[in-house]
């Protein structure tokens, strides 16, 4: 009765997780979430595509063509897609904000920054599935362009790894990681940045879970440096130029299912199996602290690691990078955690760490789900299934929030950030699935 009772309590989460994509779709694209987020974003997409392949595959493809309908004429792909006019005025900022017109698409407007690259890595998935191949090679020709984009405009001293110019970039907005960068902008280099943030108006506790007021001054400090250089290049003083772990891991990764789609449909990909085999010789160099046995972001302007835990720090289990006994050793740390839960987006002895505070604390689930995922590569299935449960029950405990407390005994009721977060139902569907 039990087993049978666990069954029917996942098929619900299961019909829930299907209602919220079905919910969020706005024709050809998925928004993230009611209100808090209008448009299309980047790597939400990839994420999204991946429930939808369970269900309706083509849906999966026309999210990732509408995604890919922003990109720019040098191969650039924006973090934002502003579809809907008619929302531009419930977002800050805005589409006029961000102002990107050098190679952008037209009249279609899209910020000037990028996410994370997860789309190879689904466009492998969509092929195994068997969708319409005409289409997916239209696509993977789109997904090889960007990363051309991030190799020729981005790649640091040859190393293989690519920089990245804003912390929006690493989709990880307000990390700890973060913090001392930030620390570097002056208070009078804020004077003439207005604030008109709709964020703060749409989630609960808002104070206590979305980015601080100064903070968001600074993100918009940084925009309006790249906005003066078209989002194209930065100077040598630029602040923020980082070689982040999560970024050039799901690079890597998506590299591989790029590099084996190329064979499949007989595309040449040589120039990134030249690059790929370079940045996984630099990784470690860069981007691995022995001592801690976990991976940090380099501050290029500093020359040093920032040496702060978080979920990153364990991000390239999902593209193979370290080796098989490392894995088993940084999982044990996660797993024999008496009273956290698996893989907090900050640990909490970290300075910085908030508990509720977006990416300073909460357990994101798409963090889990990409480590998930390596873990099953490495064929360590015993942990993968542990990481998997845990976070199939974060999401039937709190609802299918964007964030959750990283507590084992919070007394919180409910998740946290945006309600009927998309990819939050994505990637709950491919787990049960799978």
Not at 66 to 71: C, K
Not at 198 to 215: G, M, W
């Amino acid at each position: 009765m039990r087993a049978t009772g666990f069954f029917y309590a996942l098929m619900e989460l299961l019909q829930r997780c299907v209602a919220v994509l079905n919910k969020n779709r706005r024709g050809n694209f998925t928004i993230p979430s009611p209100r808090l987020y209008p448009f299309q974003w980047n790597w939400d997409s990839g994420f999204i595509a991946m429930g939808h392949l369970h269900d309706k595959p083509s849906l999966a493809l026309t999210e990732l063509e509408a995604l890919f309908n922003g990109q720019w004429e040098n191969g650039f792909l924006p973090h934002i897609v502003f579809y809907h006019e008619e929302n531009y005025k419930t977002y800050f900022p805005s589409a006029d904000y961000w102002n990107a017109k050098v190679n952008a698409p037209n009249p279609l407007k899209t910020s000037g920054i990028t996410q994370p690259p997860v789309h190879g890595y689904v466009l492998e998935a969509l092929f195994n599935a068997g969708v319409d191949k005409n289409r997916l090679t239209s696509l993977f020709k789109k997904v090889l362009r960007y990363h051309n984009y991030l190799y020729k405009n981005r790649e640091f001293n040859n190393s293989g790894l690519v920089a990245i110019w804003h912390n929006w970039e690493s989709g990880m907005d307000n990390s700890p990681w973060w913090d001392a960068v930030f620390d570097t902008i002056r208070d009078e280099d804020l004077e003439n940045i207005a604030l008109n943030r709709k964020d703060v108006l749409e989630v609960e506790e808002s104070s206590l879970t979305r980015p601080k007021n100064i903070d968001y001054k600074k993100y918009l400090y940084l925009i309006n440096l790249l906005k003066k250089q078209h989002y194209l290049s930065i100077s040598s003083d630029y602040p923020f130029q980082i070689i982040d772990p999560v970024f050039n891991a799901i690079l890597i990764r998506s590299n591989r299912s790029l590099i084996n789609l190329g064979k499949k449909l007989g595309i040449n990909t040589t120039f990134i199996e030249q690059k790929q085999a370079i940045g996984l010789n630099h990784f470690n160099e860069y981007l691995f602290d022995d001592l801690s046995n976990l991976y940090f972001p380099y501050n290029i302007k500093q020359g040093k690691q920032i040496k702060i835990e978080c979920s990153g720090s364990y991000l390239p289990v999902f593209a193979g990078i370290p080796d098989k006994s490392k894995v088993i050793e940084m999982m044990d740390k996660q797993i024999n955690q008496p009273d956290t839960m698996m893989f907090p987006s900050c640990a909490p002895y970290e300075p910085g760490f908030e508990k509720k505070n977006y990416w300073r604390g909460p357990v994101w689930i798409n963090m889990n789900w990409m480590i998930w995922k390596g873990l099953l590569d490495y064929g360590l299935y015993h942990k993968a299934e542990l990481l998997k449960t845990q976070t199939i029950d974060l999401v039937k405990k709190y609802g299918i929030f964007e964030y959750f407390p990283p507590f084992k005994n919070s007394d919180d009721t409910k998740g946290l950030g945006g309600a009927d977060f998309s990819w939050t139902a994505a990637l709950i569907i491919d787990m049960i699935k799978n």
